[in-house]
């Protein structure tokens, strides 16, 4: 397009009567139209030169393209932060607390137990390492070492005539195999084949203080017995510390151990022998003809209990029973 003619076309020549300021006026307006046109101009896009050449009156004026627009650099999307697991919760089994004793200051241990009674049938039962295990004799071992092979105490009927009982230690009525105490010197334990014998319970527990010389029994966790004082052993034939049981009930041999006794499933660790006989220092609860020495230390290891305290039990604590023999003192 020819420009220089376009331009033309929007101006008035003056004539030359119009006064010097009219004169001026005009210029200013046809400059302004001239502005206007150029603006017009740069807008339609129609020129396809580089530059636009304005001319008016011997006047030429040069206006450069607008330069391009810088290009903005874009930035990469941030990319959000990977989540950190949280450390994964612990699960901590509750542990139910069973307390030590119970409401009567019954010991928790000191529970239920299961006893076995040798059937008629069996003389001598045999003993195990283990359920089906390899057999082990039953031996006494006296203080100097000495070993009797040929012990015949673990027999049925007993050496006092009554059917051998064990306390059970491990095992329940329909077991096979139950893990037994043997009344010997040192005490032994051992398995048995439960078809030899028969099932029984006793929930009566016997607690014997060698330090306070007292007794307490408990039938479940009634107290039947409550702190009797009793007899045990002197110096020198002290009362053994052991978790036992009575292993028989009989009537006392004579006066000096009272109307009624009972065997326990332990021996004197203390004396070698008993008696002039030489019998073995098998521990008893018995009655006694000197009611004066309960509280004292004065017997050769078994207890001693008030008559009436001893004929009670012997009423109504059955075989099997377990008798824990300790000292609070120490």
């Known amino acids: 397009?020819?420009?220089?003619?376009?331009?033309?076309?929007?101006?008035?020549?003056?004539?030359?009567?119009?006064?010097?300021?009219?004169?001026?006026r005009a210029g200013v307006a046809a400059w302004c139209?001239?502005?206007?046109?150029?603006?017009?101009?740069?807008?339609?896009?129609?020129?396809?030169?580089?530059?636009?050449?304005?001319?008016?009156?011997e006047i030429s004026v040069e206006v450069p393209d607008a330069p391009a627009p810088t290009a903005v650099p874009t930035t990469a999307p941030v990319a959000a932060p990977t989540a950190i697991p949280g450390p994964t919760p612990i699960s901590i089994p509750e542990v139910e607390v069973v307390p030590e004793f119970g409401p009567t200051g019954r010991p928790t241990a000191a529970g239920e137990v299961?006893?076995?009674?040798?059937?008629p049938s069996v003389r001598r039962p045999v003993v195990?390492?283990?359920?089906e295990g390899a057999v082990i004799p039953v031996t006494y071992e006296y203080l100097n070492g000495t070993i009797d092979e040929t012990y015949d105490w673990f027999i049925n009927p007993t050496f006092f005539g009554n059917d051998l009982a064990v306390m059970v230690l491990?095992?329940?009525?329909?077991?096979?195999?139950?893990?037994?105490?043997?009344?010997?010197?040192?005490?032994?334990?051992?398995?048995?084949?439960?078809?030899?014998?028969?099932?029984?319970?006793?929930n009566f527990y016997v607690q014997v203080d060698v330090g306070t010389n007292s007794v307490k029994v408990w039938d479940g966790d009634e107290v039947?017995?409550?702190?009797?004082?009793?007899?045990t052993g002197d110096v020198g034939r002290e009362?053994?510390?052991?978790?036992?049981?009575?292993?028989?009930?009989?009537p006392g041999p004579s006066g000096a151990y009272g109307p009624w006794l009972l065997s326990l499933g332990v021996f004197s660790d203390a004396i070698n022998t008993f008696g002039s006989a030489g019998g073995l220092p098998k521990v008893a609860l018995h009655g006694t003809n000197r009611p004066d020495l309960l509280g004292q230390y004065a017997s050769n290891g078994c207890i001693r209990l008030?008559?009436?305290?001893?004929?009670?039990?012997?009423?109504?604590?059955?075989?099997?029973?377990?008798?824990?023999?300790?000292?609070s003192t120490r």
Not at 50 to 57: D, H
Not at 114 to 119: D, N, P, R, S
């Open 239 to 250: 009362t053994p510390l052991a978790s036992t049981y009575v292993d028989e009930i009989m």
């Open 170 to 202: 491990e095992g329940e009525p329909g077991d096979e195999w139950a893990k037994v105490q043997i009344p010997t010197r040192p005490i032994m334990e051992g398995w048995v084949d439960v078809g030899e014998f028969t099932w029984s319970s006793s």
């Open 224 to 231: 039947i017995v409550d702190q009797v004082a009793v007899v």
């Open 114 to 119: 299961q006893v076995l009674t040798a059937k």
């Open 306 to 327: 008030p008559n009436d305290v001893i004929s009670t039990l012997a009423a109504e604590v059955p075989v099997g029973t377990r008798v824990d023999l300790v000292d």
């Open 33 to 57: 139209l001239l502005l206007f046109a150029l603006i017009a101009s740069a807008c339609s896009g129609s020129s396809a030169t580089s530059s636009t050449e304005l001319a008016t009156n």
């Open 128 to 131: 195990y390492d283990g359920p």
């Open 1 to 24: 397009m020819d420009l220089g003619r376009k331009w033309r076309t929007l101006f008035v020549v003056l004539p030359p009567e119009i006064n010097r300021n009219e004169s001026r």
